[in-house]
């Protein structure tokens, strides 16, 4: 896991944790499971503090429990697609902005780095790593000139953040390039229900 302890030169871009998805499967909010000494975002967003500028979360509704050291957001749509969390957090940005899905809390100290290193790097309007064969939007760099194409594909119904990474021409990270900073082989695997979190929670 990300050690918010390790000393680091701060990435200069800020890093925005999406917490406003509908919990169906897991029955509850993910954002406020508990996680080590506080709730699962707090987790995440004190381990972003410490590589990234500023720490953003993007949630439906001001939480009614600790967010760690984070500004909030909300996304202003009453729609549960991740597509609407990425275009609020982008109109923050000022170019690049590494967003993490407040359910990835596998991806290591090295990874985050590894990925944003190379966000920072590309010219293309984003950088996301592949997993299993598929992308993952949700734990990338995005850079703010994507933001207009996702809300033309908001205004057509087309919430798909794989297919605007494919319209954006966005950079892989291929997984044979990253995969030995993920000993565990779990980074990318989401808390989707509370057997998820639990079987996680065990290995945390």
Known sequence: MLDASIGTVKLPMP???L???ASKRMGRPKAALPWGAGTLLEFQTTRLSALFSEVLVVVKE???FPVGPARVLLDGSPEYAAIHGLVRALDEAADRIFVLAVDLPGLTHDLVRAIADRGLATASPALIPEAGGR????AAVWRRSAGR????RIAKGMLSLVALADEVAAEIFP???WRRLDPS???FANLNTFADFAAHRERA
């Not at 992308?135 to 949700?138: R, T």
């Not at 194409?149 to 033309?152: L, P």
């Open 175 to 177: 997984e044979k390039e």
């Open 15 to 17: 890093a925005a944790v």
């Open 149 to 152: 194409f996702a809300k033309t």
């Open 185 to 187: 082989g779990v980074a």
């Open 19 to 21: 917490a406003g998805g």
């Open 62 to 64: 001001q939480p009614q």
């Open 135 to 138: 992308l993952q939007p949700l």
